[in-house]
């Protein structure tokens, strides 16, 4: 069974959003169920600082031995940082994928957004489904 951890927001499409500093201010990568499920990633496209983003509009790719896969903004924002740490070791996202392995932190245009995802029960049932 997948990690869900609780207190943060997810979609659908298996990104989660975690608080950073400030009521505005979220880390944004994917789940533990999408990283096992693409495999070994073996590099992430990311966007700069300063780029802006609609809800679910792609931000990234995800490149794992078995599949691509795109990456969605789960909320409307711009990127504040990017987790460098990724270009050197991308399976960062694999090992750690709610701490180590995030993808980039946003500075969200309404936090209220973030509060209309899916929470980890949510989340839960919708992998139950699946």
């Not at 608080?19 to 990568?29: P, T």
Request: negative net charge; glycine residues 10%.
């Amino acid at each position: 069974m997948s990690e869900v951890p609780e207190g943060l927001h997810y979609t659908e499409e298996h990104e989660y959003v975690r608080a950073a500093d400030g009521d505005d201010e979220f880390y944004v990568g994917i789940t533990d169920y999408a990283q096992s499920e693409l495999g070994d990633v073996v590099f992430v496209e990311l966007p700069s600082a300063g780029d802006s983003f609609d809800k679910m509009e792609v931000f990234g790719t995800i490149e794992a031995v078995k599949a691509v896969s795109e990456l969605f903004c789960p909320v409307p924002g711009e990127v504040l940082e990017v987790n460098d740490s990724l270009d050197g070791d991308p399976a960062l996202v694999n090992s750690d994928p709610y701490g180590e392995g995030w993808m980039i932190r946003l500075k969200v245009s309404d936090p209220s957004d973030v509060q209309g995802l899916l929470t980890a029960e949510a989340y839960r049932a919708h992998l139950d489904e699946g």
